[in-house]
């Protein structure tokens, strides 16, 4: 990170993560031993088959030294803990930061959709919200992170040639040039500096 990057940090609330094919690996590479205490809430929307129910949050749960649940309607997006979507549902966080589940249909051929999260929190968090868009084998998180970038907020987007999958990556970066295009590690590196900013 370069120090025209590092002069792009923002004070942010929350940080929403999308993910697909090959995202799971990198999760745990981008989220495995944050120091405690932990201070930002991290939502993730990770593509699922519909027919399953999802286990992320119990296999993240093991694997993490953070709060790991699955993101419930009604329920505070809670800080320093990590918030998966269901499996079935487009997760969105409304105003006040609070969660709002919906069967709607799919977007972009899937549902949780990261555009839908990334959308929604652009409006309810504006300036103060962080979007990442990691590996994945389609252009869904691009319109999302794109909203991000209109409301002001930060965004960054997995480099493609480290993706396992780079479509998704691609997908974003054709939409709007994003703040940062960096590897996992480097990602890791923007998340450790984000959540210092967010100390009291």
């Known amino acids: 990170m370069n120090a025209t990057q590092a002069s792009m940090l923002r004070e942010v609330d929350t940080v929403v993560i999308g993910a697909s094919a090959g995202g799971i690996d990198a999760l745990l590479v981008l989220l495995n031993g944050l120091p405690a205490p932990w201070r930002l809430p991290v939502v993730v929307v990770v593509h699922l ?52 589940l919906s069967c709607e249909p799919p977007v972009r051929w899937s549902r949780p959709s990261i555009d839908v999260l990334m959308a929604s929190a652009a409006d309810a968090y504006g300036t103060r919200v962080a979007g990442m868009v990691l590996t994945g084998a389609n252009d869904d998180g691009a319109e999302g992170l794109l909203a991000i970038h209109r409301a002001g907020g930060l965004t960054a987007v997995q480099s493609p040639d480290e993706a396992q999958v780079d479509t998704m990556p691609l997908a974003a970066i054709a939409r709007h040039t994003p703040n940062y295009v960096l590897s996992l590690r480097a990602l890791r590196t923007l998340l450790l500096q984000l959540d210092s900013r967010h100390a009291p």
């Open 49 to 100: 088959p519909e027919t399953h129910e999802s286990r992320l949050a119990e296999v993240f749960r093991q694997r993490l030294g953070m709060p790991v649940c699955e993101a419930q309607d009604k329920a505070h997006v809670a800080p320093g803990t990590l918030h998966f979507a269901p499996a079935g549902y487009h997760l969105s966080i409304e105003r006040g930061g609070v969660f709002s």
